[in-house]
C-alpha cells in the first residue's frame, strides 16, 4: 500500500526560497530603505519619492521584484512562526498551520491584488 502524498514539499519550497531572499536582500532593503535614503547617507532622499516608487510597483518587473520580497518574506516567517509554536510547546495541529500559513498566503493575495491595482 502506497502513502498518500505529502504537501510538505511545496511549503519547504518557499520558505527555502523565502529565507534565501531574506539573507540577500532582507538587510540591504532595511539598510536603503531605512537607514541610507532617509538619512541622506550615500543616497539623495529623492531616491524614495512617491513618483519614483509608484514608477517601480507600476513597471512589471519592479510588480514581480515588490511580489516575490513581500510573499517569500510572509511564507518564511509563517514557517518560521509554525516551528517556533512547536518550540514552546503548541502542537504544529491543523488549527496552528491554517492560521500560519493562511496568513502567508493572505499576505500574498493581498500584495498581488494591491499590485494589480497600482496599474501598469
Known sequence: MSKPRSNAPIFWLMFGAGGMLSALLGTALVFITG???PLGWFYSPELLS???VLALAQHGLGKLFLLAVIA???WHAAH???CSLHDIGIHKGLVAKLCCYGSAF???VV???NLL???F
Do not use: C, D, N, T
Open 35 to 37: 537607514l541610507a535614503v
Open 50 to 52: 512617491y513618483p519614483r
Open 72 to 74: 517569500l518574506f510572509a
Open 80 to 82: 518560521r512562526i509554525l
Open 106 to 108: 493572505a499576505i500574498s
Open 111 to 113: 500584495a498581488a491584488v
Open 117 to 119: 491595482r497600482v496599474g
